[in-house]
């Protein structure tokens, strides 16, 4: 992969269009479902634009800046720096969004996403250091870009694109988990509980909503400070992920979470989860004003049942607090309605959400390594292959400062070891990218005359390679296969069932006890499916 380029966006960028937002008191200018697609920043976490979270009429669009054509590259350019998209179709933007079209005979529209991407915290520090960061067209004018020809472009899009979709799928898996849930509250409600009377939240709290503290801005002891609810996390057991700030000690007495309390949020946002349940104490946290505490009557009901109720009932059944307003109060909140189901069957519905925490724990942990290996993969297409003098700067974000694109090394396939030929041409190309860890254990794998369990492939690439591989551990074995499975080049054999004697082994509910093994995927076993964690 040879041929590459510098040059400035100025001149590879044929067209930039930036939006505007029409006028919010002018109904007239906002449609349903079917007018023309205006896209915000909230918009852009696909990786193709293909529908909008909100339409304007044609009156709208004229208010709302130039059409941006289908195949524009979007960046986010206000307030949240560096998210990008392909639009998929003609629309209209914000401007909070700027649109480029590329000169495709230089660079390919994906390609520019993904570089991008890679460049992200550069772009953010670049833009102008006020109270919202701002990028602005003269910034993003002098921006350097390199490139390779479009050959190069589009095997570097091929590789990242199946390295982002182990992303997307761990986002979908739990997509469609959300799904089936819902569909069984939903099935509840048509069938019993909408004949249930109902009350307010406020008749089933044991204590008065209390909202959250503001940071101290004298010196105080810090303590940890939960302001956020992460998406995709329901359930809290642990703070060490959230930030510390300065509190007045004498006000922290009354702001204490226990098991069982719920973080319910004031304000909407378009990314955020409308509440989080502590699973244990949490003594020493306190909790942000974009929040307020529920404590509910244990004698009346569940709070892991609370919870569920709320997500499914502000999606589905209007039933939130907001009407229109991106912030509520105490009173709107205490107006929430919960049928009032019977404690026995609100005990399984707690049940079920207590096993969702579980689940989503360890589908944020699986999400999480798959969005590492994305950005290693990301960092190695656009750094790795440069050479070894810059690769050792001490301020490897300096990008823009290369010189000479040509010292990018041209990686080339080598002659192929007998297991090697069983890899269709694009996982060869995609075995260049591996880790050398990963590529040891796929070795272990294809020199295998049968299939083998983890732990047995880790010894083997131990043992083979004494010392060399002293940092790595059992779990980034296993992280590492399920990864080589995502990828399509391993896969799961028939699992063994573990024997004593010729007798098989059962666990306490008397199933028998397996050991999951992996081999080389066949070609009629390849597939882009990517399975539950834990199955």
């Not at 100025?10 to 269009?17: G, H, R």
């Not at 930030?243 to 719920?262: C, E, F, R, S, W």
């Not at 060399?468 to 499975?485: C, G, H, M, N, W």
Request: charged share 30%; aromatic share 10%; with cysteine.
């Amino acid at each position: 992969m040879t041929n590459w380029h510098e040059s400035r966006l100025k001149d590879v960028v044929l067209l930039w269009v930036k939006g505007a937002t029409p006028k919010r008191s002018e109904e007239a200018y906002y449609s349903g479902d079917d007018g023309i697609p205006w896209i915000r920043v909230s918009d852009l976490n696909e990786p193709v634009i293909t529908k909008a979270q909100q339409y304007l009429t044609a009156e709208g669009a004229k208010k709302a800046g130039h059409e941006v054509p289908k195949g524009a590259v979007l960046l986010s350019v206000s307030g949240t720096i560096g998210k990008t998209a392909v639009a998929g179709m003609d629309l209209r933007i914000n401007q909070a969004v700027q649109a480029m079209v590329f000169d495709e005979t230089q660079v390919l529209p994906k390609y520019a996403c993904f570089y991008f991407q890679f460049i992200q915290e550069q772009l953010e520090k670049t833009a102008n250091k006020v109270t919202i960061p701002n990028l602005t067209k003269a910034q993003l004018e002098n921006t350097v870009i390199v490139y390779p020809d479009t050959d190069g472009q589009k095997r570097i899009i091929a590789l990242l694109e199946r390295a982002q979709d182990i992303v997307e799928r761990q986002k979908r898996i739990w997509a469609e988990v959300k799904h089936i849930l819902f569909q069984t509250l939903h099935d509840k409600w048509k069938k019993s509980w909408k004949d249930l009377p109902c009350a307010c939240l406020k008749e089933m709290i044991a204590e008065p909503l209390l909202a959250g503290l503001s940071a101290a801005r004298e010196e105080h002891t810090a303590v940890p400070y939960i302001n956020t609810i992460t998406p995709g996390i329901w359930g809290i057991q642990s703070v060490d992920e959230y930030p510390q700030t300065a509190v007045k000690p004498d006000a922290i007495a009354g702001y204490l979470l226990k098991k069982g309390d719920l973080l319910l949020r004031r304000y909407r946002t378009d990314e955020c989860e409308p509440a989080l349940l502590a699973e244990r104490d949490l003594p020493g946290t306190v909790w942000g004003t974009g929040m307020f505490r529920v404590r509910v009557r244990e004698e009346k009901l569940y709070p892991e049942f609370l919870l569920l109720w709320l997500y499914y009932s502000f999606r589905y059944l209007e039933n939130e607090p907001y009407r229109g307003k991106t912030m509520t109060d105490a009173r709107a909140m205490g107006m929430i309605w919960i049928p009032t189901v019977p404690m026995k069957e609100q005990e399984k519905i707690a049940d079920i959400a207590r096993r969702i925490f579980s689940m989503q724990r360890r589908m944020k942990e699986m999400e999480q390594k798959a969005e590492a290996y994305y950005r290693a993969m990301l960092a190695y297409v656009f750094s790795a292959h440069l050479s070894e003098a810059y690769r050792r700067r001490k301020e490897p974000d300096r990008y823009f400062e290369i010189k000479s694109p040509d010292f990018l090394l041209n990686y080339e396939s080598s002659k192929r070891s007998e297991w090697q030929e069983y890899l269709n041409d694009s996982e060869w190309e995609l075995l260049t990218h591996l880790s050398e860890f990963q590529r040891e254990l796929l070795r272990i794998c294809g020199e295998a005359q049968e299939p083998l369990p983890v732990h047995v492939i880790f010894k083997r690439v131990k043992k083979e390679n004494r010392g060399y591989f002293r940092t790595q551990s059992i779990q980034d074995a296993i992280a590492s296969v399920k990864i080589l499975e995502g990828l399509g080049i391993l896969a799961r054999a028939v699992p063994e069932k573990l024997m004593l004697g010729e007798e098989e082994i059962s666990d306490a509910k008397d199933k028998p006890i397996t050991i999951q093994k992996y081999e080389l995927a066949k070609e009629e076993e390849k597939t882009d499916e990517i399975g539950l964690p834990g199955d």
